[in-house]
């Protein structure tokens, strides 16, 4: 049940027997030059479209900006940074509070994202109500190791595929080529560089990193529909089945 989609009677109605909302979080970025600016949106808006009819838990509209500050000078990326990230959905979940919900669960596409939410989800806890966050690419990871991937690569890639083929251009994917810091520190990952075997977090913007976006072992060329598909569907399935579970902990009002 979409809460955009009904008076608020019905919704009233609801929060009499109810306490607990989806809420999903996503980020209009640079994923590479081949795929979306909205892949974390996308992704997350296609998972609770595949898995709500497998529950009776009401979805909140989802909230489409995110923390993006290290892609920032990307064109296109809008980012409200961690702070308007935390106000935003302290807000918003504020208002929920004064209804009668005590659990709130946040599907999220975007890993900047993370510490705003594991923020919320404190307060929340203070207040004596509970926030549970769903990362889907890192649920995918444990759903099925084959499904893991890094920033805009095979991963991500096949998922925009599932949603919309026309928000993918295969023919538009440029070699990924990670910046250094010095000829001893090579870069890695997203933050990570190594040191003798060891990886150690050099925290950059990805404009310093790397010149167009993408970041991984994936590559995005391996992905495919049929991937995504099937990555989407699982992930929604695992994902109706928490919410259900979720849903029955008991929280006194």
Do not use: C, Q
Request: hydrophobic letters at 40%; charged letters at 20%; a negative charge.
């Amino acid at each position: 049940m979409r809460l955009e989609h009904i008076s608020w009677k019905k919704a009233e109605e609801y929060f009499k027997t109810h306490d607990t909302v989806i809420i999903a979080i996503g980020s209009i970025e640079n994923h590479g030059t081949h795929i979306a600016l909205g892949t974390d949106t996308l992704v997350p808006d296609k998972i609770l479209e595949l898995m709500e009819d497998k529950t009776d838990v009401a979805i909140a509209p989802t909230v489409p900006y995110g923390n993006a500050d290290s892609l920032a000078d990307f064109p296109g990326t809008i980012s409200i940074g961690y702070d308007g990230l935390y106000t935003i959905m302290t807000k918003i979940t504020d208002s929920l509070y004064n209804f009668g919900v005590r659990k709130f669960v946040f599907l999220n596409g975007h890993g900047g994202n993370i510490g705003a939410l594991d923020a919320v989800s404190l307060n929340l806890n203070k207040k004596g109500a509970l926030a549970a966050t769903f990362n889907w690419w890192l649920i995918a990871w444990d759903l099925n190791p084959a499904w893991k991937g890094g920033h805009g690569g095979a991963e991500e890639t096949a998922a925009v595929m599932a949603v919309n083929p026309d928000f993918v251009d295969m023919n538009a994917i440029e070699p990924m080529v990670l910046n250094d810091v010095s000829e001893n520190l090579k870069a890695t990952g997203f933050k990570t560089v190594e040191f003798k075997g060891i990886n150690v977090n050099v925290t950059r913007t990805v404009r310093n990193l790397t010149a167009n976006g993408w970041v991984g072992p994936d590559h995005p060329s391996n992905a495919t529909m049929e991937w995504g598909k099937e990555m989407l569907e699982a992930t929604a399935n695992y994902f109706a089945e928490f919410v259900n579970e979720f849903s029955k902990v008991n929280i006194e009002r």
